[in-house]
């Protein structure tokens, strides 16, 4: 939390908050249990953290999944980050560079060392709900800040594309939806200085998909596609009839 404060990050420090209040109303359920409860659910944890059992898991380019230990996928997660640490060093050096293949190798490096240690992460808590499931311990859910805007992005896209395709009240959901592409660019715009964001195609510098889909919006906007294609089009017809245009007057 600290941390975060002192990089002025106020979504990173409401989540570190999240998860100390999740942590402890864990260890407060813990606390609840009796030995004779908590001995064989300690003993199933340590045998998948020691490699004596192993837990499904997802694996890059595998279809389902595998059974895995968590020493397993430490060890993973250590050749990625030899790996990376390698890249990293020579991106350093100003070596690599080329035709771009081997920055496209070390961008897709980081999202694969950040994905695996957060799916281990997300795996391990999930072993320890399930554990106190097991012993009917009922640990309080914690509702994560970024819950909320996950919410919000998933109605505003659905929103936007279902206007569109509709093709009703065109004009506004191009406003909002320039709106949302503009406020997505700006959390991780693709400047040069600053790092690209994870699973970023290709290596895009100031202008990168979400500004394109903005522009194509606007030329939408711009164009009164409302009177001729469409929900809008039978509204229009509906209510104002097909009044013939006006012909500009003759020029001498």
């Known amino acids: 939390v600290e941390k975060a404060a002192e990089k002025g990050l106020p979504s990173e420090v409401a989540q570190a908050k999240a998860d100390l209040e999740a942590h402890a109303k864990r260890l407060a359920a813990m606390a609840a249990v009796t030995p004779e409860q908590l001995t064989p659910a300690k003993a199933a944890f340590a045998a998948w953290v020691y490699g004596a059992d192993a837990r499904d898991a997802k694996v890059d380019l595998v279809t389902g999944e595998i059974p895995m230990t968590a020493d397993e996928r430490l060890a993973g997660i250590a050749l990625l980050q030899k790996e990376y640490d390698a890249l990293a060093a020579r991106a350093a050096e100003g070596l690599g560079g080329g035709y771009g293949y081997e920055m496209d190798r070390y961008k897709k490096l980081k999202a694969d060392l950040r994905k695996a240690k957060t799916d281990l992460a997300a795996d391990t808590d999930k072993y320890l709900?399930?554990?106190?499931?097991?012993?009917?311990?009922?640990?309080?859910?914690?509702?994560?800040?970024?819950?909320?805007?996950?919410?919000?992005?998933?109605?505003?896209?659905?929103?936007?594309?279902?206007?569109?395709?509709?093709?009703?009240?065109?004009?506004?959901?191009?406003?909002?939806?320039?709106?949302?592409?503009?406020?997505?660019?700006?959390?991780?715009?693709?400047?040069?200085?600053?790092?690209?964001?994870?699973?970023?195609?290709g290596s895009p510098v100031f202008v990168n998909e979400n500004i394109i889909m903005a522009l194509g919006l606007l030329v939408v906007l711009a164009h009164p596609t409302g009177r001729w294609l469409g929900l809008d089009a039978l509204l229009w017809r509906l209510f104002f009839g097909d009044k013939p245009v006006t012909p500009p007057p003759a020029t001498v």
Do not use: R
């Open 129 to 201: 709900n399930d554990s106190l499931k097991s012993l009917q311990v009922s640990v309080p859910p914690v509702e994560k800040p970024i819950k909320d805007l996950d919410v919000l992005s998933a109605w505003t896209i659905t929103l936007v594309g279902a206007g569109l395709l509709l093709g009703l009240f065109t004009k506004l959901w191009c406003l909002v939806g320039v709106g949302f592409l503009t406020m997505t660019y700006l959390a991780h715009p693709t400047v040069p200085w600053l790092p690209l964001p994870p699973l970023t195609a």
